[in-house]
């Protein structure tokens, strides 16, 4: 039993300890947009190959939450830094990706507001589902909470806001339900998935016997219960292209990414939930079937060239 507890309890934390690689990817990618350039992401095949490894790593996280893309996680490693803070006021804490995303990236257009101030633009608001469960929602998650001039600097055309702010709210509404489907699509798909967490998570021998059955078991059973919950085709691979193509029909062929000659955030978005697919069978299938193959290897060199980020960089001056 205690075993079978300690196995639990690693499939449980799985996502927390792979998620941080996510986040310090994104918000790289972030801080070089915000320049309008990708900073160079060390030298040599070790830096490379270190990249490479942490990109690998990253998939974990989305299977062992059904599929959840988790770029980006929590505020909370720089808002922990700032002790002082918990002394007044109850500690912040942001479990929303487009929320995380687009306070990061207002504070580093902005510097002239604190991590803190921006987080408040971003209040949470409860509302009930159409499950009737109560949920936190956040009205304004997909804007930037930028001046008139800085909104000009970073879209200078105004159609440009709006859609990225349409492909974002895309990727959370539709897209993001696609994966836990098709990544759990049969038994052996299922098995194959968590076979490949346990590998990369370096799980112990109970550890990983637990979290590879018990979870692919598990996984199966719900991903068909999210299919019939988004009402997708019995071939859920046809929903999964259709998204990937429409992506790519919307970018169109004169632009690399949605956000010109740079990524955006609705790029980002996207990304982030289909490389949580990697190393698998719909991941590759994707490949083959879709035309997303060049946007998404121009999206892994822009990451992968991004400078790694310093969180005291996102930390307001004292």
Same mark, same amino acid.
């Given at each position: 039993?205690?075993?079978?507890?300690?196995?639990?309890?690693?499939?449980?934390?799985?996502?927390?300890?792979?998620?941080?690689?996510?986040?310090?990817?994104?918000?790289?990618?972030?801080?070089?947009?915000?320049?309008?350039?990708?900073?160079?992401?060390?030298?040599?095949?070790?830096?490379?190959?270190?990249?490479?490894?942490?990109?690998?790593?990253?998939?974990?996280?989305?299977?062992?939450?059904?599929? %959840?893309?988790?770029?980006?996680? %929590?505020?909370?490693?720089?808002?922990?830094?700032?002790?002082?803070?918990?002394?007044?006021?109850?500690?912040?804490?942001?479990?929303?990706?487009?929320?995380?995303?687009?306070?990061?990236?207002?504070?580093?257009?902005?510097?002239?507001?604190?991590?803190?101030?921006?987080?408040?633009?971003?209040?949470?608001?409860?509302?009930?589902?159409?499950?009737?469960?109560?949920?936190?929602?956040?009205?304004?998650?997909?804007?930037?909470?930028?001046?008139?001039?800085?909104?000009?600097?970073?879209?200078?055309?105004?159609?440009?806001?709006?859609?990225?702010?349409?492909?974002?709210?895309?990727?959370?509404?539709?897209?993001?339900?696609?994966?836990?489907?098709?990544?759990?699509?049969?038994?052996?798909?299922?098995?194959?998935? #968590?076979?490949?967490?346990?590998?990369?998570?370096?799980?112990?021998?109970?550890?990983?016997?637990?979290?590879?059955?018990?979870?692919?078991?598990?996984? #199966? #059973?719900?991903?068909?219960?999210?299919?019939?919950?988004?009402?997708?085709?019995?071939?859920?691979?046809?929903?999964?292209?259709?998204?990937?193509?429409?992506?790519?029909?919307?970018?169109?062929?004169?632009?690399? #990414?949605?956000?010109?000659?740079?990524?955006?955030?609705?790029?980002?978005?996207?990304?982030?939930?289909?490389?949580?697919?990697?190393?698998?069978?719909?991941?590759?299938?994707?490949? %083959?079937? %879709?035309?997303?193959?060049?946007?998404?290897?121009?999206?892994?060199?822009?990451?992968?060239?991004?400078?790694?980020?310093?969180?005291?960089?996102?930390?307001?001056?004292?």
């Amino acid at each position: 039993m205690a075993a079978a507890c300690s196995g639990w309890r690693c499939l449980g934390l799985l996502p927390w300890r792979l998620r941080a690689a996510g986040q310090a990817a994104g918000v790289g990618l972030l801080r070089a947009q915000s320049r309008g350039y990708c900073v160079p992401f060390g030298t040599g095949r070790y830096a490379r190959g270190r990249a490479r490894k942490g990109s690998r790593m990253l998939v974990g996280a989305a299977f062992a939450l059904g599929g %959840t893309f988790g770029l980006f996680q %929590t505020l909370q490693n720089p808002l922990k830094a700032q002790e002082h803070l918990a002394e007044q006021q109850a500690a912040k804490q942001l479990n929303d990706s487009s929320v995380i995303i687009s306070a990061i990236k207002t504070y580093l257009v902005s510097r002239k507001k604190s991590l803190e101030e921006i987080v408040s633009f971003y209040p949470p608001m409860k509302a009930v589902n159409e499950r009737g469960k109560e949920v936190t929602e956040y009205g304004n998650k997909y804007w930037l909470m930028l001046d008139e001039m800085e909104t000009q600097h970073v879209y200078p055309i105004k159609e440009t806001r709006v859609e990225e702010m349409k492909w974002r709210k895309w990727a959370d509404d539709w897209l993001v339900h696609l994966i836990s489907p098709n990544v759990y699509r049969t038994p052996r798909e299922a098995l194959a998935s #968590f076979n490949y967490i346990v590998h990369e998570g370096k799980f112990g021998t109970v550890e990983g016997f637990f979290a590879k059955y018990v979870g692919a078991v598990a996984m #199966f #059973f719900i991903s068909k219960r999210l299919k019939s919950r988004h009402h997708l085709q019995d071939n859920v691979r046809e929903d999964l292209y259709k998204a990937a193509n429409d992506w790519v029909k919307a970018i169109g062929k004169h632009r690399p #990414f949605m956000g010109g000659s740079q990524p955006n955030l609705a790029d980002l978005a996207v990304y982030g939930v289909l490389r949580v697919m990697e190393g698998l069978e719909a991941y590759d299938d994707m490949m %083959t079937h %879709t035309k997303i193959q060049p946007w998404y290897h121009r999206m892994e060199k822009a990451i992968g060239e991004a400078e790694v980020p310093n969180w005291q960089l996102l930390q307001p001056p004292y």
